[in-house]
């Protein structure tokens, strides 16, 4: 009988033995998993001109509040008068913006859109449709008034490109309006 407990206790070991290893090795692969997908991300982020004067760790900061978004084409987005929540930021694809009074803007990789609901978190004022498969990235409201808490600096940036695309709209809808006049 002794000799069946011990045998009984070695077995147990070995399967224990046999889980820990096991454990280990999927931690470190789940790990190294993420660090992939951290540093594609970083890489992608760090394209977009929006971020262009931030420097690595302020957009691996970023990079950690963005949530990944890989999307079918003809997949609805942005639903025009949705609650505003969050900006978003194409990595890869195209999307079809349906603005007011039936004009349609393309806008590509490295472009943004959606970013009016990180200043007044109104309702949507387009719809806007993946036209191919699109990667982008949301960076939700909350995320960004974490951001401008603890870092600032780069909440700076991202406002001062905020303001530079409404300027511009608003320069090339005054341009719009002289050329019709």
Do not use: H
Request: net charge positive; charged share 20%.
């Amino acid at each position: 009988p002794l000799g069946r407990v011990v045998a009984a206790l070695v077995m147990i070991s070995g399967l224990g033995v046999f889980g820990l290893w096991t454990g280990i090795l999927a931690t470190g692969f789940a790990a190294e998993t993420r660090r992939d997908n951290f540093l594609k991300t970083w890489e992608s982020v760090s394209k977009v001109p929006f971020f262009a004067a931030l420097g690595p760790a302020a957009i691996a900061d970023v990079t950690n509040m963005l949530r990944t978004m890989d999307l079918p084409p003809r997949t609805m987005i942005i639903r025009k008068g949705q609650q505003g929540d969050c900006m978003y930021f194409i990595a890869a694809g195209q999307v079809e913006v349906d603005l007011p009074g039936g004009k349609k803007v393309q806008l590509g990789e490295g472009a943004f859109f959606g970013e009016m609901a990180l200043l007044d978190g109104g309702r949507r004022s387009a719809d806007v449709t993946a036209d191919v498969p699109v990667l982008c990235y949301a960076f939700s409201v909350d995320r960004i008034r974490e951001l401008s808490v603890d870092r600032p600096t780069i909440m700076a940036c991202i406002l001062a490109n905020l303001i530079k695309s409404i300027s511009d709209r608003l320069r090339r809808a005054n341009d719009q309006i002289r050329a019709l006049e």
